[in-house]
């Protein structure tokens, strides 16, 4: 394993760093640890917004009508 110094760090952070680290039951050094782990090797969850945009284009929306139990068909536009 690698060691990691990180120098000049405001006291506002380190304060916040031992606050969460506390709250976590853990020691400043390991919530470092993690809070590097989830900044840098977890997969970031998309948006609700991003996983609309990656929907592909498959057809106008009348391609999608929908037909009531009574045989009305709804469209949207």
Not at 3 to 21: F, G, H, P, S, T
Not at 47 to 56: D, G, V
Request: no cysteine; hydrophobic share 40%.
């Amino acid at each position: 394993m690698a060691n990691l110094i990180v120098r000049n760090i405001d006291e506002e952070i380190v304060d916040a760093l031992k606050a969460r680290a506390g709250k976590h039951g853990r020691s400043a050094e390991a919530e470092h640890r993690i809070i590097l782990e989830a900044a840098l090797l977890r997969p970031r969850k998309k948006s609700f917004t991003e996983a609309l945009k990656n929907i592909p284009d498959v057809g106008s929306d009348t391609d999608f009508e929908r037909i009531n139990d009574n045989g009305d068909r709804d469209v949207f536009n």
